[in-house]
């Protein structure tokens, strides 16, 4: 007797299965677990003390100076980042979008940061903001600029701006990719017929590129909030979180709250409001830009 | 003949998949499961470490050792992660800063009745074995001891008109603003004050040398209420990084090795470290300043220096080796006598980079003193090794994060971000916070 052969539905599920099963242990099980253990004591220090104590880890947030300090250095960096980024990338990649001589040699080195791991990245940066030896006190000793060598990562502004500015560095690339990206697909029409019209540069950039450019962007800032909030190894090599509490972002108090301190209960909170706050944010920024464009999911 | 098809294919890689999900199930609870004995430590000359081991391989043919060294910075982190995930090894290095938390965390067993064990703990300095012991037990034999000292560059100061360190920070700072004025050194004193997750031993050693405690014998923070020497440590080290400007700023980007170097390379007049570190400080092949190095006590706030601080290395034992027997053959290798009666790889380690010893013997033997003399004054190293003493908080199982929020309080008073009494003040709650959070 032939076989009754499977449906289209039950044939999906069989081929999809062994992905979902890789999924669900690799991906599914330990964001659930560690949400399990975030409503635990769980201190390895203390494996007698171990219990169920519900929502005790995440309300004792609100009077957790630490947390509380992170989150807004965080939230600072977040902005900082997110702001220089955009800016760069869009120009950038407005002038990689143009024909010109080198532009080849100019987009790939625009990539390279790309693929620098984040703790090179970090020493990188650390020798480049170095106070004996730096190559930016060298230039600018060299340039006159300023008197003698400086120790830039020593304030708290200093060594907060600068550790934005090589994480803008690490993660400028893959928003230039996808602005970029996002131009070609601009028909140049759009741009003749805007110049019949006599619009100017600004006009054109702002009544043709930048609806356009909506849903890039909306990638680019998603990704990038994300990326930034969960800023952690360019961070921890340049100034460990300091000077003070400084550039204590609220993932390296995570890592440092689970791996040095080994509280589980509490480091799955904080990774648990991280995933909040950037889904919060992510879902703010649909609501703001899903209406201005086609957008489809 | 058969073709190999896809399917077969297909099958063949889910059999290999499914075979290496089972073998890594399989590989916890340490050991490797063919009886090699897993030993894992921070990087520290790992080159050396694995050519101690071979000799230990020679005299065992019958024992296997696999050494991992981890980096020094992320040791911890990845010692926790691999005992938490089961897989931790069977003998591994362990920080004094890190037993009591290791021993409550089920990582480590104890090695009380261990043939040779009590021998060992009744010949080290007693400093050192209170150390090792936790509630009671036994948990660690010595890898290695240090105690913080000045490490002044002799030929600098001699420019500036000194003769003799400085014995009070009062005098310290008078002797750098010397060198500072003379034009030698912009800033005569360098120290290592990035935020990292080693502890600090200068700020314990300066608070020690001044006479003070931060915590009474049953961890009750005096630091505020009782005893003001921190408070005072921290005005001088704030006055001394902002007003007289004899401290560099940029300490708070330095690290251990680039303050070596740093060092090595004469731009420092002083600082405060570990007495090995005059091993390479004086060693004409790695230093511009070899031979003008010298240590001193810890100056602290009265006239004479009223100690120093120690620290203790250790080699544990993991509570679920399988392996125990050779890997305690291991441990006794390491950190015990050999059969002759000596503390080879103690010895071993002194002679190769000057890493003090817990043995008190040592400290007569002829290698030992011949090699001390090439590098430092042994009446001072000796000096040093007996008045200096432990953090009386390592037992507590909330070390680790007062240490850590020292640091950023230390680090907002050298950038005069905070006072003095706010930062006391801050380490006091901090402490109070952290006993209550753990009770």
Not at chain 2, 393 to 398: E, F, G, M, S
């Given at each position: 007797m032939p076989r009754k052969p499977w449906s289209d539905n039950v044939r999906a599920y069989a081929l999809n299965a062994p992905a979902i099963i890789v999924i669900s242990l690799l991906v599914a099980y330990p964001i659930g677990y560690s949400f399990w253990v975030s409503l635990h004591r769980d201190n390895l220090k203390q494996?007698?003390?171990?219990?169920f104590i519900g929502l005790d880890n995440y309300l004792s947030l609100f009077h957790d100076d630490a947390f509380l300090a992170s989150l807004r250095v965080s939230a600072l960096f977040v902005l900082v980042v997110l702001a220089f980024t955009v800016v760069l990338a869009m120009t950038l990649a407005l002038v990689l979008n143009e024909t010109f001589r080198g532009r080849g040699l100019l987009l790939s080195l625009a990539l390279?940061?790309?693929?620098?791991?984040g703790v090179v990245n970090g020493l990188m940066w650390r020798t480049v903001f170095d106070?004996?030896?730096g190559a930016l006190n060298g230039l600018l000793t060299q340039l006159g600029l300023v008197d003698g060598y400086q120790?830039?990562?020593?304030s708290g502004t200093g060594a907060f701006f600068f550790t934005a500015m090589a994480q803008v560095w690490n993660t400028l690339p893959f928003s230039v990719i996808i602005l970029l990206a996002g131009l070609a697909t601009i028909p140049s029409e759009l741009y003749d017929a805007a110049k019949v019209d006599r619009a100017g540069v600004l006009r054109r950039f702002g009544q043709v590129t930048m609806p356009w450019l909506t849903h890039p962007l909306l990638i680019v800032l998603i990704l990038e909030t994300m990326n930034a909030f969960r800023a952690f190894d360019t961070i921890y090599v340049l100034?460990?979180?300091?000077?003070?509490?400084?550039?204590?972002t609220i993932a390296l108090l995570d890592v440092r709250t689970v791996l040095?301190?080994?509280d589980f209960g509490l480091g799955s909170a904080y990774a648990w409001v991280i995933t909040l706050i950037t889904l919060v944010v992510s879902i703010g920024y649909i609501a703001l830009l899903y209406r201005r464009g086609n957008f489809e999911v | 003949m058969n073709a190999f098809t896809r399917r077969e294919a297909l099958k063949l890689a889910g059999l290999g998949v499914s075979a290496s999900f089972l073998a890594a199930c399989g590989?916890?609870?340490?050991?490797?499961?063919?009886?090699t004995v897993r030993f894992e430590g921070w990087d520290y000359e790992a080159q050396l470490v694995q050519q101690n081991l071979d000799r230990f391989a020679r005299l065992n043919k019958d024992i296997r050792v696999s050494y991992t060294p981890i980096t020094s910075a992320q040791y911890v982190q990845k010692v926790v992660a691999e005992f938490t995930g089961d897989a931790g090894p069977d003998a591994l290095y362990v920080y004094d800063d890190s037993l009591a938390g290791w021993v409550e965390a089920g990582y480590l067993q104890p090695l009380?009745?261990?043939?040779?064990v009590a021998d060992v703990y009744d010949s080290i300095y007693p400093s050192n074995a209170e150390t090792m012991t936790y509630k009671g037990k036994r948990y660690g034999l010595p890898y290695y001891t240090d105690s913080q000292c000045l490490i002044y560059n002799a030929e600098i100061l001699g420019k500036a008109g000194f003769t003799t360190p400085p014995k009070s920070l009062d005098e310290l700072t008078r002797q750098a603003l010397k060198i500072k004025n003379d034009g030698?050194?912009?800033?005569p004193i360098g120290m290592t004050?990035?935020?990292?997750?080693?502890?600090?031993?200068w700020v314990w050693g300066l608070v020690f040398a001044s006479?003070?405690?931060?915590?009474?014998?049953?961890?009750?923070?005096?630091?505020?209420?009782?005893?003001?020497t921190t408070k005072n440590v921290f005005a001088w080290l704030r006055d001394a990084a902002?007003?007289?400007?004899?401290?560099?700023?940029?300490s708070l980007q330095l690290l251990p090795v680039p303050l070596d170097n740093a060092m090595m390379a004469g731009q420092y007049a002083f600082t405060i470290g570990a007495r090995y570190a005059l091993r390479t400080y004086n060693d004409p092949a790695k230093s511009k300043v070899a031979g003008r190095m010298k240590l001193a006590l810890v100056p602290g706030l009265e006239d004479e220096s009223k100690g120093t601080v120690s620290n203790t290395r250790m080699y544990g034992l993991s509570?679920?080796?399988?392996?125990k027997d050779k890997a305690v053959k291991l441990l006794t290798y390491l950190g015990g006598y050999d059969r002759d009666k000596v503390p080879y790889t103690a010895k071993f380690w002194f002679m190769q980079r000057g890493l003090g010893f817990t043995f008190t013997d040592l400290a007569k033997d002829p290698d030992v003193v011949a090699a001390l003399k090439k590098f430092a004054d042994p009446v001072v190293y000796q000096e040093l090794a007996e008045t200096a003493h432990a953090r009386n908080?390592?037992?507590?199982?909330?070390y680790t994060e007062f240490e850590t929020e020292m640091h950023k309080v230390v680090q907002q008073v050298l950038t005069d971000q905070a006072t003095p009494e706010a930062a006391v003040a801050s380490l006091d709650k901090t402490a109070g916070d952290l006993k209550k959070k753990y009770s």
């Open positions: 494996p007698l003390a171990k219990r390279l940061p790309w693929a620098m791991p106070a004996k030896t120790a830039w990562l020593t100034t460990g979180g300091g000077p003070g509490s400084a550039t204590t040095t301190y080994t | 590989e916890g609870g340490g050991g490797s499961g063919d009886g009380d009745g261990l043939a040779g030698l050194l912009e800033y004050a990035q935020l990292s997750d080693t502890w600090w031993a006479g003070g405690e931060m915590f009474a014998d049953d961890h009750t923070p005096v630091l505020k209420s009782k005893d003001p902002n007003k007289s400007k004899v401290l560099d700023p940029a509570a679920n080796t399988q392996v908080v390592l037992d507590v199982p909330w």
